[in-house]
């Protein structure tokens, strides 16, 4: 089975800074990683995700991620956040074998302040 | 391009009544998922549905629980007889007919059983 830990509920940081979300998985097989966000009472919109291929990915806003095999994680990171920023981010993943089926992390809510 | 609908956005239920929540997907998308989220945790995947068909149920309660996507019309997530666990926000997403890594996911639907 397939699961996915986001270690930190709650993300306060300030305008500018930069900032790193945490996101380990624990999976029996290789799986897809996705970062979705949560925009106060919007749906979940996909930030970035990794298939295959360079270990670092870039997704919109100038957020990318790392993934790294050996330690099961894909950190979410941005150099410097904005207010807009604020918002709750979601870690997921899903196997090449059945990737109807997302499990998602139980979300970090970003606070940026100004 | 309307996103993935979902309506109501909140609801609320007495305990013992019936919760229909409705998603309508993008347009062109044939997939349906629903995913719920109770309060401090992530999404969890509950049913997976095409035109007419239920794919994947294993996420589903073995009570109460039904979902359909007929061939016209939104896809209904209906909750019989509901009770107060059953509080959470239920996701909807959707994706195109042709294999994707990706859904797209509505606003939510926030139930409320008193």
């Known amino acids: 089975a397939q699961s996915v830990t986001q270690l930190d509920s709650q993300v306060p940081v300030f305008e500018e800074a930069p900032v790193e979300l945490r996101c380990n998985y624990s999976s029996s097989v290789s799986v897809y990683l996705f970062w979705y966000v949560q925009y106060p009472n919007q749906g979940l919109q996909l930030l970035l995700k990794y298939l295959s291929g360079s270990t670092l990915v870039k997704g919109i806003n100038g957020f990318e991620a790392e993934f790294n095999k050996s330690q099961t994680s894909f950190h979410l990171r941005k150099p410097s956040v904005h207010i807009s920023d604020t918002a709750e981010y979601f870690c997921a993943v899903n196997r090449p074998d059945n990737f109807n089926k997302f499990y998602f992390g139980s979300g970090t809510k970003l606070n940026v302040k100004p | 391009n309307a996103g993935v609908m979902q309506n109501p956005r909140h609801l609320v239920r007495r305990r013992g009544q019936e919760a229909r929540l409705r998603c309508s997907p993008m347009k062109g998308h044939s997939h349906v998922y629903w995913y719920r989220q109770l309060p401090e945790e992530g999404l969890k995947f509950m049913v997976y549905?095409?035109?007419?068909?239920?794919?994947?149920e294993s996420g589903m309660p073995k009570e109460r629980f039904s979902a359909e996507f007929p061939k016209e019309g939104p896809s209904i997530l209906r909750i019989q007889q509901v009770v107060r666990g059953d509080s959470a926000a239920y996701f909807c997403?959707?994706?195109?007919?042709?294999?994707?890594?990706?859904?797209?996911f509505g606003p939510g639907t926030r139930l409320t059983v008193t």
């Open positions: 549905l095409q035109k007419e068909n239920i794919i994947d």
């Open positions: 997403a959707s994706s195109p007919p042709r294999g994707t890594y990706e859904q797209y």
